[in-house]
């Protein structure tokens, strides 16, 4: 099992979009990218913790491998919008690949390059590449929050 963290607006639609993907075997909701230990969602919410609200998959590479998973991620948000993902505004909405291993960094940046220079984007990608840092599981009442209501909001 290998892990994945991705941060792209919303934790609850990313979320669900990753679940929807076979060898994905399980996900969850939280914090990375910030100072502050162990924070809340309310905590989150202020914009001061530095966090992202993020998206931790756990996956198996021979079902399905980090590129695609990468695929995944740029088809589910603007990546060419900073802090901002429709009307969520905030640090914690910000575009950012949190990289475990120096090959998940590596296929990022090439990942990341490609796209840049397909001219698929209305503008230049502004997604943060990063080492992965602590992550902290958000409330269980976000956990599969979309799913638990019967609802998807990103599809791809």
């Not at 994945?4 to 993907?21: H, L, M, N, S, Y």
């Not at 695609?68 to 603007?78: I, K, P, Q, R, V």
Request: charged share 25%.
């Amino acid at each position: 099992m290998h892990i994945a963290t991705f941060a792209a607006g919303c934790f609850w639609g990313v979320e669900a979009a990753f679940r929807q993907i076979a060898g994905v075997k399980s996900t969850e909701v939280g914090y990375t990218g910030g100072t502050t230990e162990a924070p809340s969602y309310e905590d989150v919410c202020t914009g001061r913790t530095g966090h992202a609200e993020a998206v931790r998959v756990m996956y198996v590479p021979d079902e399905v491998s980090y590129e695609e998973l990468l695929n995944a991620f740029w088809a589910c948000h603007d990546p060419t919008t900073r802090n901002r993902q429709g009307p969520d505004i905030g640090t914690q909405y910000r575009s950012v690949v949190f990289f475990h291993t120096p090959e998940q960094e590596a296929a990022a940046r090439a990942s990341k390059t490609r796209l840049d220079e397909s001219g698929a984007c209305d503008g230049p990608i502004v997604t943060e590449i990063v080492p992965a840092t602590a992550f902290y599981r958000a409330e269980e009442y976000h956990q599969q929050y979309l799913e638990k209501r019967g609802l998807s909001r990103c599809r791809f």
